[in-house]
Nanobody
Framework: QVQLVESGGGLVQPGGSLTLSCAAS????????LGWFRQAPGKEHEFVAG????????NYADSVKGRFTISRDNAKNTVYLQMNSLKPEDTAVYYC???????????????????WGQGTQVTVSS
């Protein structure tokens, strides 16, 4: 059984920080592009960040560039999303996902990712 499990979400004040983790089990994801998406109530899935298999290529949505950092530890089959300077508009359920057909080219299209985690809620509010 292939699984992605996110953790690290929670409630944080504006300007605060959180680090999300996504652990893969049942399969080695070290060859594949991994991405983070988010979905706010009533909205579609939105690409947040992606990382190539080796970690040398990253891509970010304009809305998070300079505030969020994606990284991965292939030895631990884990991808991280460090989120700083959080804003209320960052409030959403955050999902990690794997693109099993890409190792370096990072797509921002949700439908191109085959494996998804269950999501973790991030709420930014005072």
């Amino acid at each position: 059984q292939v699984q992605l499990v996110e953790s690290g979400g929670g409630l944080v004040q504006p300007g605060g920080s959180l680090t999300l983790s996504c652990a893969a089990s049942g399969r080695t994801f070290s060859r594949y592009v991994l991405g983070w998406f988010r979905q706010a109530p009533g909205k579609e899935h939105e690409f947040v960040a992606g990382i190539s298999w080796s970690g040398d290529v990253t891509n970010y949505a304009d809305s998070v560039k300079g505030r969020f950092t994606i990284s991965r530890d292939n030895a631990k089959n884990t991808v991280y999303l460090q989120m700083n300077s959080l804003k209320p508009e960052d409030t959403a359920v955050y999902y990690c996902a794997a693109d099993l057909y890409a190792s370096r080219a990072i797509t921002t299209t949700p439908g191109r990712y085959e494996i998804w985690g269950q999501g973790t809620q991030v709420t930014v509010s005072s």
